[in-house]
């Protein structure tokens, strides 16, 4: 059986999250082996660990068909970067997926921090001040919503920078970046970016 390639996967995902949405039970391997005892995913997912937002649920794909790695607010540290690189140069990883949701309490956080210098919660602090800062080398965002799109784009040019597995897949056109927001209110997925490519210069 041909591999599906990472448009392919990111329209099968696309309509995985549509049938979520309405309700459906049926789920998408995505082309990984059937076998329990196999591990071939074929997308990532680098998501926030809010529990509202299962990834794998949420793109209506089965058990084995996405790896996934999840921090507060999607931030992005060496253990993420690296599993993420191993997925890409071990498992047959072809689309890797930032999928940033709406009323992220770890952004609202951060962008709070951002405008006021002051974290809100202070066992968060050590993350909202990254992600603050963050904010701040993009040039910041008018609200919080624009803040969660805004550090959606900062984790996929991180993952870029920091994973040097896939920045290269990407420069080989063997893998894609999307980046995606989703809304628990609605359950769908808007695609922010469907394809993040590596700055100029990018080495």
Known sequence: MTALTAPQLLERVLDGNRRWAEGSSERDLLGAPSDPLEHQPPVAVIGCSDARVPPAAVLGAAAGAIFTLRLPGHYVDIPVAAGLGFAMTTLGTRLAIVLAHEDCRAVDAAYTEYTTGAPPNLALAPLTGSLAAGLYRAGGAADVQEAIDVNARITAQNLITQCASLRQSIIDGNAQLAVMR????????????????PHAGAV
């Open 182 to 197: 989703y809304s628990p209110a609605t359950r769908r997925v808007t695609v922010l970016e469907e394809s993040v490519v």
